[in-house]
């Protein structure tokens, strides 16, 4: 029998030592994956558990200011296949291609596909109720359907070329939908299945609910009544004068809000593929610069009575025709020149030496400064995709010649969204606001995510002067190149443009672009609207022949909407031979299409509707309206009872 | 036999108890939906779970009750454990299984005779240590050659596994019985130097430390066990998803009742049970290494420290894998995991170590 050493012993303790530390780094581990690492392991398990059939949730909303829906959704659901669940693949795939329309061979293969859940896409892609319940009636094992929509359009090409579209997977591709694409896209809600590592669904545990959450609604400062009217003015110019394209902007001048936003040609955002590129990733009136031509006068109007270098009603000027600036004739549109004229005539009469004179009264130096000040050469804010900056001359290369030419709106290129920033600022009391168009963003749960402010950027001239301003441009309307756009009872001030359009650094012969900015009441201006058409055909190419008069009829059919009531003190327009005859509207209202007809009135009547009753008439009875225009009437199947 | 002895193998007993019905509990919920995957139609797991235990309740008195274990009769279980280790390898007796060929197919009844020889090659070694007269050198031939004859044995299997637990448990054996210390010290620069001779020789085995160290980075691959028991073990927390809630038994992690049911365990029940369970094997330790120590031979000493760190051993190897201590190895975790070799090898041992501890004590008082 023999003794246990003393040694053997404590190196028995040192082992059971050495364990008992091993213990304790196990409990250490222990701590560390199962508290410290715990979230970010759920995480990562809760991915290799997920087992997902995608529910795709709505996008957002694109509302107008009054909330009316542009933009919305329409349900198309999308059909999923978990191959492992189907006892006969090849039978569910022959009983599926009828109703899909699709190829069965090509269906089934990607029904054998090696995954837990195939997307049966593009065959079983945003397919019809009616496909839905004919295949839920089959019972196919394996087969769901996840709620997807597809982007829906109830104006059609309405604001296309802004709005922009969405592909194949809802994804924005071009314009807001493209911009804002992040806020309008949801989180997808999902059916969460239980199943094993394997797929095979566990009958015993109920399927889960993932909450999902719609994309954010984007409410636009567009007014799609304004929106409407404008475009249905410039699809008509479109047509009567062949035009390339057309531009219009709306705009609230006291706040920067556009109202309305448009270009032409549109396109119908469903079907963008058939479209050229250029189309919709060009939103013309932040896209395209061209030189403004007389529009541009304004600036330079604003800047001679900002200085007091003239007095509009007391100061005469000569006008021969023609202008002499180192040794370069600048030429006045019109041959023989105004002869005579107080500055006021000058603008009435959009005269080029005049404002060549006003503009080397102000001073070269001064009046670069002031165009900068009117937000020229950069871009306005408006946060709309595309915004170009146009070019000015820098201060080295502002010799007196280019001095002369911007004068009179020559030589520099400008953003249509940029005269409006302008003009707008030169007659709602000499505030620059920055343009926008998105107001607010409301996400899901109701949160305004986004909400937009009136932003002023500086006060380039004083209230005096814009009031001076807009009394010389109501002038323009009542008596002058823009007599086009007078319409009685509203007083509507504004100042034409012709520009030649520049290609390859030369102009181009008899190519233009013609526009009109014009805004009412000239007192207390509510609205602004710009109008340009590009290279019109058929027609003298002047901005006060084609472009003024649908400013004009704008402004009249929008005035209720904007709240511009009818006023007494209007500057009294000047009636010359070439002025149009101007007929009083009788009341149609209640007539039958027949009587009407047998009227032989003097206007041309445009028919909206269907039916035999005209329930209701464009104008107004009352309202006079020019021989050559256009009487709206709207037809209805049953006359009213009272 | 004192009374402070009979406490500890009372204690030792009932932790080896708790643990079984801890592991017949759990083989129930990690096997479930496994063998109704795999082993349609066939008696549930954890039903034969309970039947092995019955076997091994039968060998436990059996054993109590047998013969004294002389050395000769110690030698004989030796040399026949040897010589199942060699039947193994004969192909048509011996059954492949996972690489391996370590199982004996007799009728229904499959054993793996390394679980055996693991214990007989450490009685025998512990009586032969024993043997040493205390003017003598202790190292002797003999002792490697009674531990690396099995071990080779083993390793043509092969079963890593348990030629690890069997060799290093021999040489703390040997440590305990005196073996100098400078031995140790060589046998450290040996195993580095051999490991980096290993991983030189074979670049796949860097790539599977790799994997050991950032199992994520093929968590497909390699990595595959050792990611999914994380995933079990960390979503589970401070308290588990509860009984029978595990998620990673759906088939994410392979054969739940086996090699990983403590990573099934944790998952459930979470930290705090993972430590209960922890506690009761360090009771159970304690209580086998008390025992030994309070032994009043040195044949005894020798026999219940080896087989209580055997036991200790396996049980460190096992948990260190699941929780990604260590690289993964094929070692069953003692009393909790499936498998009747295993568990009734194990219980053999508890039946040992209190037959060693009665059987030296009524000899004392004779």
């Known amino acids: 029998?023999?003794?246990?050493?003393?040694?053997?012993?404590?190196?028995?303790?040192?082992?059971?030592?050495?364990?008992?530390?091993?213990?304790?780094?196990?409990?250490?581990?222990?701590?560390?994956?199962?508290?410290?690492?715990?979230?970010?392991?759920?995480?990562?398990?809760?991915?290799?558990?997920?087992?997902?059939?995608?529910?795709?949730?709505?996008?957002?909303?694109?509302?107008?200011?009054?909330?009316?829906?542009?933009?919305?959704?329409?349900?198309?659901?999308?059909?999923?296949?978990?191959?492992?669940?189907?006892?006969?693949?090849?039978?569910?795939?022959?009983?599926?291609?009828?109703?899909?329309?699709?190829?069965?061979?090509?269906?089934?293969?990607?029904?054998?596909?090696?995954?837990?859940?195939?997307?049966?896409?593009?065959?079983?892609?945003?397919?019809?109720?009616?496909?839905?319940?004919?295949?839920?009636?089959?019972?196919?094992?394996?087969?769901?359907?996840?709620?997807?929509?597809?982007?829906?359009?109830?104006?059609?090409?309405?604001?296309?070329?802004?709005?922009?579209?969405?592909?194949?997977?809802?994804?924005?591709?071009?314009?807001?939908?493209?911009?804002?694409?992040?806020?309008?896209?949801?989180?997808?809600?999902?059916?969460?299945?239980?199943?094993?590592?394997?797929?095979?669904?566990?009958?015993?545990?109920?399927?889960?609910?993932?909450?999902?959450?719609?994309?954010?609604?984007?409410?636009?400062?567009?007014?799609?009544?304004?929106?409407?009217?404008?475009?249905?003015?410039?699809?008509?110019?479109?047509?009567?004068?062949?035009?390339?394209?057309?531009?219009?902007?709306?705009?609230?001048?006291?706040?920067?809000?556009?109202?309305?936003?448009?270009?032409?040609?549109?396109?119908?955002?469903?079907?963008?593929?058939?479209?050229?590129?250029?189309?919709?990733?060009?939103?013309?009136?932040?896209?395209?610069?061209?030189?403004?031509?007389?529009?541009?006068?304004?600036?330079?109007?604003?800047?001679?009575?900002?200085?007091?270098?003239?007095?509009?009603?007391?100061?005469?000027?000569?006008?021969?025709?023609?202008?002499?600036?180192?040794?370069?004739?600048?030429?006045?549109?019109?041959?023989?020149?105004?002869?005579?004229?107080?500055?006021?005539?000058?603008?009435?009469?959009?005269?080029?030496?005049?404002?060549?004179?006003?503009?080397?009264?102000?001073?070269?130096?001064?009046?670069?400064?002031?165009?900068?000040?009117?937000?020229?050469?950069?871009?306005?804010?408006?946060?709309?995709?595309?915004?170009?900056?146009?070019?000015?001359?820098?201060?080295?290369?502002?010799?007196?010649?280019?001095?002369?030419?911007?004068?009179?709106?020559?030589?520099?290129?400008?953003?249509?969204?940029?005269?409006?920033?302008?003009?707008?600022?030169?007659?709602?009391?000499?505030?620059?606001?920055?343009?926008?168009?998105?107001?607010?963003?409301?996400?899901?749960?109701?949160?305004?995510?986004?909400?937009?402010?009136?932003?002023?950027?500086?006060?380039?001239?004083?209230?005096?002067?814009?009031?001076?301003?807009?009394?010389?441009?109501?002038?323009?309307?009542?008596?002058?190149?823009?007599?086009?756009?007078?319409?009685?009872?509203?007083?509507?001030?504004?100042?034409?443009?012709?520009?030649?359009?520049?290609?390859?650094?030369?102009?181009?012969?008899?190519?233009?672009?013609?526009?009109?900015?014009?805004?009412?009441?000239?007192?207390?201006?509510?609205?602004?609207?710009?109008?340009?058409?590009?290279?019109?055909?058929?027609h003298l190419q002047f901005g006060g022949l084609i472009a003024a008069p649908i400013v004009g009829q704008i402004i009249e059919d929008v005035a209720p909407i904007v709240g511009i009531e009818k006023s007494q003190e209007q500057i009294e327009k000047v009636t010359v031979w070439t002025d149009p005859i101007m007929v009083e509207v009788a009341d149609f209202v209640g007539q039958t299409v027949d009587e009407v007809v047998q009227q032989h009135y003097p206007l041309t009547i445009e028919w909206h509707g269907e039916g035999t009753i005209v329930s209701e008439q464009m104008p107004a009875a009352g309202s006079k309206l020019m021989q050559q225009g256009t009487l709206h009437l709207y037809l209805t199947e049953k006359k009213h009872e009272d | 036999m004192p009374l402070l002895t009979h406490h500890y193998q009372k204690l030792f007993v009932f932790c080896a108890l708790m643990l079984t019905v801890i592991g017949v509990v759990f083989v129930y919920s990690a096997s479930t939906y496994w063998s109704s995957v795999h082993y349609e139609g066939q008696t549930p797991f954890y039903i034969r779970q309970i039947i092995y235990f019955v076997i091994a309740c039968i060998v436990f008195f059996a054993i109590i009750k047998g013969p004294e274990l002389t050395e000769k009769k110690l030698l004989m279980l030796y040399l026949f454990s040897l010589a199942l280790l060699i039947i193994v390898l004969i192909p048509g007796i011996g059954i492949w299984r996972n690489g391996s060929r370590s199982w004996i197919g007799i009728g229904p009844l499959t054993i793996q005779p390394a679980e055996l020889v693991k214990i007989t090659t450490l009685l025998y070694l512990s009586t032969r240590l024993a043997k040493v007269k205390s003017f003598e050198r202790v190292v002797k031939l003999e002792h490697f050659v009674i531990v690396f004859l099995p071990a080779l044995l083993i390793m043509l299997q092969p079963d890593f596994g348990s030629v690890f637990i069997l060799v290093v448990t021999a040489f703390i054996l040997l440590f305990i019985a005196k073996y100098p210390i400078k031995l140790y010290i060589f046998l450290m620069f040996a195993g580095v130097a051999g490991l980096t001779g290993l991983i030189i020789s074979a670049p796949y085995r860097l790539k599977r430390i790799q994997s050991f160290l950032d199992p994520w980075s093929d968590s497909l691959g390699s990595g595959f066990q050792a990611v999914q028991s994380l995933m079990a073990i960390g979503p589970a927390g401070l308290f588990g998803h509860g009984f029978l809630q595990s998620r990673q038994k759906y088939l994410y992690l392979p054969e739940p009742q086996n090699d990983f049911i403590f990573s099934i365990i944790l998952e459930e029940m979470g930290f705090v049970g993972g430590l209960v369970l922890l506690i009761l094997f360090a009771i159970l330790f304690y209580s086998g290494y008390a025992l030994s120590i309070r032994a009043y031979s040195l044949e005894q000493f020798y026999m219940i420290s080896a087989l209580t760190t055997m036991l200790v051993l396996q049980t460190s190897l096992n948990i260190g894998v699941v929780i990604g201590l260590l690289p993964v190895t094929g070692v069953t975790l003692p009393f909790i995991s499936y498998g009747g070799t295993s568990l009734i090898v194990i219980w053999l041992t508890v039946a040992l170590i209190i037959k060693i501890t009665n059987t030296t004590g009524r000899r004392s008082k004779n």
């Open chain 1, 1 to 538: 029998m023999k003794w246990i050493s003393l040694l053997s012993k404590k190196r028995l303790k040192l082992i059971i030592y050495a364990f008992f530390l091993y213990g304790l780094a196990i409990i250490a581990r222990l701590v560390y994956v199962q508290i410290i690492q715990h979230e970010h392991l759920t995480e990562l398990a809760k991915a290799n558990w997920d087992r997902e059939i995608p529910f795709v949730t709505e996008r957002g909303n694109i509302v107008d200011r009054e909330n009316e829906i542009i933009v919305t959704n329409k349900l198309a659901p999308t059909l999923y296949f978990i191959p492992k669940q189907s006892d006969d693949i090849a039978l569910a795939a022959r009983q599926l291609a009828p109703i899909l329309k699709a190829d069965e061979a090509e269906l089934l293969k990607k029904m054998q596909k090696h995954a837990y859940l195939v997307k049966l896409a593009p065959e079983g892609k945003n397919i019809t109720e009616e496909q839905v319940e004919a295949i839920q009636a089959l019972r196919i094992k394996g087969v769901y359907s996840g709620v997807d929509y597809i982007r829906h359009y109830p104006y059609g090409s309405l604001l296309s070329r802004f709005l922009g579209f969405t592909g194949y997977d809802n994804q924005g591709l071009a314009g807001v939908e493209y911009e804002y694409n992040k806020i309008l896209t949801g989180n997808n809600a999902a059916i969460r299945l239980f199943t094993d590592a394997k797929n095979i669904e566990m009958a015993h545990v109920d399927d889960e609910w993932k909450e999902g959450e719609a994309g954010a609604t984007v409410q636009l400062t567009i007014d799609l009544t304004i929106q409407q009217v404008m475009e249905r003015e410039l699809a008509q110019a479109m047509q009567r004068y062949d035009a390339d394209q057309a531009i219009g902007i709306a705009m609230n001048p006291n706040t920067g809000e556009i109202l309305a936003l448009s270009s032409f040609p549109t396109y119908d955002p469903t079907n963008f593929k058939n479209v050229d590129s250029t189309i919709y990733n060009r939103n013309l009136p932040v896209f395209m610069t061209y030189e403004p031509g007389s529009t541009f006068k304004i600036i330079t109007l604003s800047a001679a009575l900002e200085e007091g270098v003239v007095n509009l009603e007391h100061d005469h000027f000569y006008d021969p025709g023609f202008t002499m600036v180192e040794g370069a004739r600048l030429r006045c549109w019109k041959r023989e020149g105004h002869k005579d004229e107080t500055f006021l005539e000058v603008v009435e009469n959009s005269c080029n030496p005049g404002f060549i004179e006003l503009g080397q009264r102000v001073g070269s130096q001064k009046l670069l400064r002031y165009i900068k000040d009117f937000g020229f050469g950069q871009k306005t804010g408006s946060n709309i995709a595309g915004e170009a900056s146009g070019i000015l001359f820098s201060e080295k290369a502002f010799g007196p010649v280019e001095h002369a030419t911007t004068s009179f709106g020559q030589g520099i290129s400008v953003t249509p969204i940029q005269q409006m920033q302008a003009v707008a600022a030169a007659i709602n009391g000499g505030t620059l606001y920055t343009p926008y168009v998105v107001s607010r963003i409301v996400a899901d749960d109701g949160e305004v995510v986004v909400e937009n402010k009136p932003e002023a950027k500086r006060q380039v001239i004083s209230e005096q002067t814009s009031a001076q301003v807009r009394h010389a441009l109501e002038s323009v309307v009542a008596k002058g190149s823009g007599k086009q756009a007078f319409r009685e009872g509203l007083r509507i001030g504004g100042k034409t443009g012709t520009a030649q359009k520049v290609e390859n650094g030369r102009y181009k012969d008899g190519d233009y672009i013609v526009s009109f900015i014009g805004f009412a009441p000239a007192d207390k201006p509510e609205i602004i609207v710009y109008v340009a058409i590009d290279n019109p055909k058929n």
